[in-house]
T-cell receptor
Framework: AQRVTQPEKLLSVFKGAPVELKCNYS??????LFWYVQYSRQRLQLLLR??SRESIKGFTADLNKGETSFHLKKPFAQEEDSAMYYC???????????????FGQGTILTVHP | NAGVTQTPKFQVLKTGQSMTLQCAQD?????MSWYRQDPGMGLRLIHY???????DQGEVPNGYNVSRSTTEDFPLRLLSAAPSQTSVYFC??????????????FGPGTRLTVT
């Protein structure tokens, strides 16, 4: 069965410092990975997906199949980045996953001024 | 578009009571899901639906029922509430992008407390 692990429950950094939120997955097939973010009092929203290889709000994430990791990085953290971050895995090729996601435990990022 | 809406926002139940959490979407998405969010456990899939009349179980289905009579609505029923069902419940809808990828849209959540 697939699994997503986010080893850090809490992560604190100062404004302007680099930040890396770790995500490791367990899945034998070809995964599709996402990062979702939940700001205070807001709904969960998609931050980025690995297949688009884009940078959103300064965040990037690279899929490393050898290390089965999908770490989220930002070179200079901002106070508004403070939020809960979830790594999520979508399995099932050929449209069979139906958007069912397996989530990690979440990491609360706090960026101090 | 209102997106994904959920009612109520908050609910307190006594053990053994039943209730229905409502979820609706106006984006004509085929796929809808229910997740529960618990501290230290992330979000876990309860039930999902791939279209009207079709539902299936997720990771933690016990104690919950769903039905999908229309594309828009996907209610979650708690048959006999237990304290272990105290959680935040999220409904999501998704559609198929090109290349077998899905984009999920989440509702605002329902915070349920069972005493």
């Amino acid at each position: 069965a697939q699994r997503v692990t986010q080893p850090e429950k809490l992560l604190s950094v100062f404004k302007g410092a680099p930040v890396e939120l770790k995500c490791n997955y367990s899945y034998s097939g070809s995964p599709e990975l996402f990062w979702y973010v939940q700001y205070s009092r807001q709904r969960l929203q998609l931050l980025l997906r690995h297949i688009s290889r884009e940078s959103i709000k300064g965040f990037t994430a690279d899929l490393n199949k050898g290390e089965t990791s999908f770490h989220l990085k930002k070179p200079f953290a901002q106070e508004e980045d403070s939020a809960m971050y979830y790594c999520a895995l979508n399995v099932g090729a050929g449209g069979t996953s139906y958007g069912k996601l397996t989530f990690g435990q979440g990491t609360i990022l706090t960026v101090h001024p | 578009n209102a997106g994904v809406t959920q009612t109520p926002k908050f609910q307190v139940l006594k053990t053994g009571q039943s209730m229905t959490l409502q979820c609706a979407q106006d984006m004509n998405h085929e796929y809808m899901s229910w997740y529960r969010q618990d501290p230290g456990m992330g979000l876990r899939l309860i039930h999902y639906s791939v279209g009207a009349g079709i539902t299936d179980q997720g990771e933690v289905p016990n104690g919950y029922n769903v039905s999908r009579s229309t594309t828009e609505d996907f209610p979650l029923r708690l048959l006999s509430a237990a304290p272990s069902q105290t959680s935040v419940y999220f409904c999501a809808s998704s559609y198929l992008l090109a290349g077998d990828s899905y984009e999920q849209y989440f509702g605002p959540g329902t915070r349920l407390t069972v005493t």
